[in-house]
Structure formats: structure tokens, C-alpha cells
């Protein structure tokens, strides 16, 4: 089994990073910080829209990170429309990453495993590498993984917000959700290898990108 290196792996990713979660954010930030939080959130949930619009008529395979886009979009939106608070800009994290959980959650029943989308945004791979039964069966694993830790930090998040000024609630956070992203996708990575060691599946890193990122 041949699994993409790092340069692969941000040569391949960067496009999909860039449209599906910079762009909207930039676009919200600047809107918000001009006319206000419900035309930042509607703009930038039109944008995610667009992308997903542009790609079925294409033909091209929806990036992850665009459906995950959405999704906290939505959430702001929400949020944001039915409060009209200053507060709304606090808890949005709080419901998408709740939101985000649950989708990870539900699309395991469902037999579309979203964390197979995401990998598939960061991480190019061979044919013969996606056809490999081991390999297409830790999906539905990953994905409980980062419905499990996405779910704990929205949970933890809210307790934050509930019991801590904001100004301590700011700095937390922005530990808490690199930390726990670098943790979820570290426990991924050591449960990957030993999935596939116990199954005997070899390993391999490689510096090539098979194909390009498409948008």
C-alpha cells in the first residue's frame, strides 16, 4: 500500500483548503467586520453553495472540506439570524463542531464514511491503494474517531463559554482546537498502522502526486 508524504499531501490539498475553508472564512471575516454578521454568514454559505454548484457541473467529486464548509455555515447562519447577538460570533464554533461531530456520526450508518472524503481532499492515492480492502475498511473506524472528538469539543467548548469571561475563553480556544485536531489526527495515524500492520498490509510513503487536486 502506497500512502502520499507530506509534499504530496500539500500538493494535492492546498486547492481544496483553499476554496473550502479560507475563502468562506476570509469572506465572513471581512463582511462582518464591514455591514454586519448575518450578510457575512449568508455570503459565506453562498459561496460553499457555489463550489458545490460549480463541481456537479463538472463532473468533479465534492471536496470534504466544502461539505464541511456548509455545514458550519449553516450553523452561523442560523445562529446568526434568529439571535442578531454579538454572542452568535462565540457560539458558532460551538454548533458547527457539534454539527460536524454528528455528520461524521451519521454518515457511518449511511455506508459513506465522511473522513474517507476528507482524506481523499489531503491526501492522493494510487489505484491500487483505493481498491485495497484494508484499506477502504478503516474508513467507518476514522470516522466514529472524529465524530467521538469532534462531539467532546463542542461539549468542552460550551462549558467554556458558559463558565469563562470571554477574554479566557478566546485564549483557550484557540489552543483547544489545534490541540485537539493534532490529537484526533495523531490517534488516526497510529491506529492506521496498526489496522494494516495486523492485517499485514505493508506501507509505503511516496513524495509523488498521482493526480492533482480538482475544483
Known sequence: M???GLRAIFDHAWLNVLVGKIVPMLLFLALFKAIG??????????WSLGVVAYQQTKGHRIAGLVILSIIGNTAKTIVAISTGSILAYFIQPTISTTLIGTAFLLSVPLGLPLAQRLVYDF???DEA????????????KLSLLWAATSLLNGAVTLYLLLTQSITSFVIIKSFLGPASTGATIAIGLWWFQRSMASQGVEVVLTRKVSRPAAI
Not at 448575518?38 to 455570503?43: E, G, K
Not at 483505493?130 to 467507518?140: G, L, M, Q, V
Open 2 to 4: 502506497v500512502i502520499p
Open 123 to 125: 491526501c492522493p492515492f
Open 129 to 140: 491503494t483505493t481498491n485495497e480492502p484494508a484499506f477502504n475498511a478503516f474508513f467507518p
Open 37 to 46: 454578521i448575518t450578510p457575512a454568514v449568508l455570503a459565506a454559505l453562498a
